[in-house]
Nanobody
């Protein structure tokens, strides 16, 4: 089993920045990729960014150039640096990790990001 704990969400004004963190613990041998999904009210959950153990990344088109995903394998932690935030980035952000996917087998509890003036 793997446990994922997110942190770093909150309210922010348009144009601002936030950094999300997700710390993994448990059976780390079962994790290859780590990433972030988000779900806004009334919308489907969507993949925001993902990073493999080797560092390969993929991003949702609408966040390219604004968001950066990174990971520290020694700390079993993945980060999402979000810059130039827009109101449409408002959502609950979920950490997702596992071996086969996306989506992968393990989910965090979610952290709310609210972009509003």
């Amino acid at each position: 089993q793997v446990q994922l704990v997110e942190s770093g969400g909150g309210p922010v004004q348009p144009g601002g920045s936030l950094r999300l963190s997700c710390a993994a613990s448990g059976s780390m041998f079962s994790i290859n990729a780590m990433g972030w999904y988000r779900q806004a009210p009334g919308k489907q959950r969507e993949l925001v960014a993902i990073i493999s153990r080797g560092g390969s990344t993929n991003y949702l088109d609408s966040v390219k150039g604004r968001f950066t995903i990174s990971r520290d394998n020694a700390k079993n932690t993945v980060y999402l640096q979000m810059n130039s935030l827009k109101p449409e980035d408002t959502a609950v952000y979920y950490c997702n990790a596992g071996f086969a996917g996306p989506p992968y087998a393990y989910w965090g509890q979610g952290t709310q990001v609210t972009v509003s003036s």
